[in-house]
């Protein structure tokens, strides 16, 4: 904590609630308007939660090698020279004639992904005077804009269910600290709340259509330059939403059955192709490397890299084999949905995720035991369909990549919010339909 930060970030926060203020009526009604300042200052406060646990906790780490170590040198370059500034912040790591004081202080500047995030927070330090409590702040506005169109866009679809909609997009407290702050996690979050809308818009209520196809483009550029493997889940989840949703407008059963198999193989074909296309630039993404690369990632952050941020945790050998590693996708989805369980707790966070998993279990058990007899009519439901497959292909990839509960905590997010989703729709969905099956027994 710096003296700017002291006089910066509390200028910058009343700018944020002014600005807030005179936006609000504009993106909501008077169901969700009082879910808007709620979910705006948590995501503040987490972010500048997450700041004191890095430094006083951790005692340094991501978020700081990001700014101090990171942005800060880009911001005193423009304080020295604006025009080798804009250079070193539109930069894509290559070297700069007379920028090597800058470029050899800045930790992540040869790695893309990580670099992304330094040149956004750069961009920001423009407007805080590099205080990182303000540039955080900042970051919780671009966490709070894509959760608050995540929240929408399910919103709009089923308007009667907005608390749990509400809880499942704004309220679950993992995904506001970890997602929150001047991290990785903040922008892809965001992005996958921007990306779903755009979604949401030009697929299935044919609403805004070119607002939609540049906020897809943005999202999609912020997640192809820092976790690809996101797209990798994301895209399968949404083109089969899109093709269920348009397969439910069809009224008539044997155009249906004549039907599914020609969406099916577009389903495959097109989830297949978006694969091809996100790996064709990056190699360790492709199909015949993906499981070297999980392998790598997973034995890297459980045993180097990580193995201070939390307990570890192994699903049993991984060869680098496809095969090896869809062997373990029950362990991974496990692993990310429900664990660490009570008795593995081992420090106060994990305790903290470890409440939050047990609530997800428990939450799955009753639905499933006091549901099972309707669980395949909610499947029917394409937003289900898009949430659970999502949510749980997210689950495998993070699961058989990490090896760590701590970096898990972090990288499982994006899940949570979708898992959390599917449950709500089924348990309404199941509720609905013994409500409308006993109303028939009466008449």
Known sequence: MELRDLIVTPIVIILVYVAAYLIRPRVTDAVNRKYFFPALSLRIFGALALGFLYQFYYHGGDTFNYHTHGSRHIWEAFMDSPVLGWKLLTSGGEPIKGAYAYTSSVIFYTDPSSFFVVRIAALFDLFTFSSYAATAVLFAVVSFLGA??????????????????????????????????LL????????????????????RFDRKKSFSVMLLILSVWILYSIKKYIL????????????????????????????????????????????????????????????????VTAYDIGFYTGKDAGSGYSLGELDGTFG???????????VSLFRPYLWEVKNPLMLLTAMESVLLLVATLVIIMRYSSSLIYSFRNPTVLFCLVFSFSFAFAVGVSTFNFGTLAR???????????????????????????????TE
């Open 148 to 181: 608050w169109s995540l929240f929408f866009a399910f919103y709009r679809e089923s308007p009667q269910h907005h608390p749990w909609i509400a809880i499942a997009t704004l309220f679950i407290p993992s995904v506001i600290f970890w997602g929150s702050g």
């Open 184 to 203: 990785k996690d903040t922008l892809t979050l965001a992005a996958i709340g921007f990306l779903t809308l755009a979604v949401s818009n030009f697929f």
């Open 232 to 295: 990798l889940c994301f895209l399968p989840a949404a083109i089969l939403w899109i093709y269920a949703s348009y397969l439910a407008r069809i009224k008539s059963l044997i155009l249906k059955v004549l039907i599914v198999p020609v969406i099916f193989a577009l389903l495959v074909g097109s989830g297949y192709y978006s694969i091809i296309l996100i790996g064709k630039d990056d190699p360790k993404y492709s199909l015949d490397r993906i499981a070297t690369t999980a392998q």
């Open 324 to 334: 090896n590693m869809m062997s373990k996708a029950p362990q991974a989805i496990n």
């Open 411 to 441: 990288y499982k997010i994006p899940l949570l919010p979708f898992y959390v989703l599917a449950l709500g729709y089924i348990y309404y969905n199941s509720n609905n339909k013994r409500k409308s099956e006993a109303l028939a027994l």
